[in-house]
């Protein structure tokens, strides 16, 4: 079956604007994860929901960064008044139940440029 | 909180050599265990995982790794490279219930290169 998919692929915006970016996980999985990759570095938890909840959302950096997951498929990254810091690619996962010792199946990511 | 530690974020072999990518993690309790690959261009994909029972754990395309209690560590080994094992490699912890944050805690990869 078809894996997870995110959108944009690439993402172009200037410091100051708003950005969603989109999650589509492998269906049937209740339990979402998303990561942020910098340049270099291993990627880093931000939130995770199990269904439409945020279960753990213990990694966003600060408030300009908000998640939604309204009908527990479909999760919608939000970034307000971007900066530059926040160019990274962000990732997606998702896995079937959630439990701890599941594999995470991760999308290709979206490649965000703050300018 | 948990750490990961992968030393090395370079590492060169030449093909059909071992291959041997090191991965300590800390942590009170040990944690789920995994080593992800990232091939270029492509997104994160599991090589394998230790959660339970044997310590010495198989992967695909050859790879294993042995988790070590008393070391910490999660070392990832393959016995004789090949040119398409070229890409990056990351080690993750996850904590078990109740034990942290619900995601993965991941290491700064090593970049495997093969020499021909």
């Known amino acids: 079956g078809a894996g997870v998919s995110q959108t944009p692929s690439n993402k172009v915006t200037e410091k100051g604007k708003y950005v969603e970016l989109r999650c589509d996980p492998i269906?049937?999985?209740?339990?979402l994860y998303w990561y942020r990759q910098s340049l270099g570095q291993g990627p880093e938890f931000l939130i995770y929901?199990?269904?439409?909840?945020?279960?753990?959302d213990s990694g966003l950096p600060n408030d300009r960064f908000f998640a939604v997951r309204p009908e527990g498929s479909v999760s919608t990254l939000k970034i307000q008044r971007t900066e530059r810091g926040d160019s990274a690619v962000y990732l997606c996962?998702?896995?079937?139940?959630?439990?701890?010792?599941?594999?995470?199946?991760f999308g290709p990511g979206t490649r965000l440029l703050v300018l | 909180a948990q750490s990961v530690t992968q030393l090395g974020s370079h590492v060169s072999v030449s093909e059909g050599a071992l291959v041997l990518l090191r991965c300590n993690y800390s942590?009170?309790?040990?944690?789920?265990l995994f080593w992800y690959v990232q091939y270029p261009n492509q997104g994160l994909q599991l090589l394998l995982k230790?959660?339970?029972?044997?310590?010495l754990v198989k992967g695909i395309n050859g790879f294993e790794a042995e988790f070590k209690k008393s070391e910490t560590s999660f070392h990832l080994t393959k016995p004789s490279a090949h040119m398409s094992d070229a890409a990056e490699y990351f080690c993750?912890?996850?904590?078990?219930?109740?034990?942290?944050?619900?995601?993965?805690?991941f290491g700064k990869g090593t970049h495997l290169i093969i020499q021909p």
């Open positions: 942590s009170s309790v040990p944690p789920y």
């Open positions: 993750a912890v996850r904590p078990k219930p109740g034990g942290g944050a619900d995601g993965l805690t």
């Open positions: 996962a998702s896995s079937l139940t959630g439990e701890t010792q599941e594999t995470q199946y």
């Open positions: 929901f199990q269904g439409t909840g945020a279960a753990d």
């Open positions: 269906s049937g999985h209740t339990a």
């Open positions: 230790y959660t339970t029972g044997a310590t």
